[in-house]
């Protein structure tokens, strides 16, 4: 019988347990789930408290990457798949003491209806004719994209300009990935955008052509949570296969296999196994195979953001407004310490009782890890207090949510997919390993889900077209 380690709980690695569990009808298998903390699931933890469904991380997925919705199907989720309210979708800037709305219609940073740049107070007229001349100038800019990876910023600035950074493009990349934009691959984050460049040349025009066709919601969840992913694949998942609490201290391959040794464990020790499905975060799992290829372990050498995120629910949505919509970003410079704020119960239907309210903010970066070292009252303190700034005096909350995501968000630098393909080729030298989680190929739900799925049939040896459905 084939036995199968995997490193570490978090949705990559539950997701390869429940894979390999619906699998085993076929082929008889033995899996151990190697956890370190005391839960499965990683940063996707839903609380549920008197009425209020709050996310402790991804609060959902994008809908056009199809994974993490037939995941939900096949676990008998279908019933609690609801869109965003995109008939709501508006998303702020504050820009000096104001939420100034990103103008409707944008996809990041671009705009499908230039009318609505026009009247929009957030960019500059100067800003306003670059969008206009981008349109004008796209078998220029067909001509002149780059053979190589560059920079989020490079990018969207050859395209727009400099404002476009400042106001859109730098406050967005920091709340949605915690990253710099001047840093960040723009073939790793935006591949879809260069795709449109290379076709279009202007990325208005694609973005027009595109969705004439499409009428999705951006955004999709469940009713009671993306934690209902964790709770019905746990339940799946034969209880002895998971070990929490357990630590996996080393792996190291020899003619015989894969031995995996945990740390403080006298109970198991050293174990062998025919293949290791490495799915710890990707600092851990660095280490981990540092004395079996260093040239590997180099190349998954990269920066993560810290992050720190605060729910607040609210009873009584009459005590303070906020203005319609998603939520809003923080530039850099502004004199706040948070990167985001959602206005929850606007954004998605079922997240809080009859009449209520919930907000989450977002921190990262320095603030976030400077707020890791106190307590929760305190880290909900700042929270109230950075909101209040900006939304005015808020009540007392019914219920506060404090999470805190150590690097938990690796940062794709330029030339992250050169690095990949490389890790890619030494790993194949490494019959029975697989590297899973957000360190690789992305790192939405989507994109762990179905990485995670195809390496669970890949060490059973079942093709992606022979999927099973339950």
Not at 158 to 176: A, D, N, Q, T, Y
Not at 242 to 257: C, E, F, P, T, Y
């Amino acid at each position: 019988m084939k036995r199968i380690a995997i490193v570490g709980g978090g949705i990559a690695g539950l997701t390869a347990a429940y894979e390999l569990a619906r699998l085993r009808e076929r082929s008889p298998v033995q899996v151990v789930l190697f956890e370190s903390s005391a839960r499965l699931g990683g940063i996707v933890e839903t609380v549920r408290e008197g009425g209020f469904v709050i996310e402790c991380g991804p609060d959902g997925w994008v809908t056009e990457k199809p994974w993490a919705r037939e995941l939900a199907e096949g676990l008998g989720l279908e019933g609690e798949i609801v869109p965003s309210n995109d008939s709501q979708r508006k998303t702020y800037v504050l820009t000096g003491d104001r939420l100034v709305p990103i103008p409707d219609g944008m996809r990041m940073m671009v705009p499908k209806i230039l009318q609505n740049i026009d009247s929009s107070e957030l960019f500059s007229d100067q800003a306003k004719l670059g969008f206009h001349r981008e349109l004008e100038r796209a078998e220029e800019l067909k001509a002149a994209a780059p053979d190589e990876d560059e920079s989020v910023a490079t990018f969207v600035r050859r395209h727009f300009g400099e404002e476009v950074i400042e106001k859109i493009g730098s406050p967005l990349l920091s709340g949605v990935l915690g990253g710099d934009a001047e840093k960040l691959s723009v073939r790793a984050v935006m591949a879809p955008f260069v795709a449109m460049e290379r076709e279009h040349g202007s990325l208005i025009r694609a973005l027009q052509i595109r969705e004439k066709s499409s009428q999705n919601a951006i955004f999709t969840s469940l009713i009671s949570g993306t934690g209902a992913l964790v709770d019905r694949m746990e339940a799946y998942v034969p209880p002895d296969w998971i070990r929490l609490n357990s630590s996996v201290r080393s792996i190291a391959r020899d003619d015989k296999g894969w031995r995996v040794e945990t740390a403080h464990n006298p109970e198991w020790g050293l174990e062998r196994f025919d293949a290791v499905l490495l799915a710890a975060p990707i600092d851990v799992a660095r280490t981990l195979l540092q004395l079996t290829d260093e040239r590997a372990a180099e190349l998954m050498a990269m920066d993560a953001s810290s992050a720190v995120v605060v729910g607040f629910g609210f009873p009584d949505a009459s005590k303070f407004s906020i203005p319609p919509g998603f939520g809003f970003l923080v530039p850099r410079g502004s004199g706040s310490h948070l990167l985001a704020c959602t206005f929850v119960d606007q954004k998605f239907p079922h997240r809080v009782p009859p009449g209520g309210r919930l907000l989450r903010a977002f921190f990262g970066g320095e603030a976030a890890e400077r707020m890791m070292r106190c307590g929760n009252d305190e880290i909900a303190a700042i929270a109230r207090g950075e909101l209040a700034r900006i939304l005015g005096p808020l009540p007392e909350p019914q219920v506060s949510v404090v999470r805190r995501w150590p690097r938990s968000l690796p940062l794709y630098a330029v030339g992250h997919l050169e690095r990949m393909a490389e890790l890619d080729g030494r790993v194949r030298q490494l019959p029975g390993l697989w590297l899973l989680g957000n360190g690789y190929r992305g790192v939405g739900l989507p994109d762990l889900i179905r990485d995670a799925r195809a390496a669970a049939r890949a060490v059973m040896g079942v093709s992606a077209s022979a999927r099973q459905t339950n």
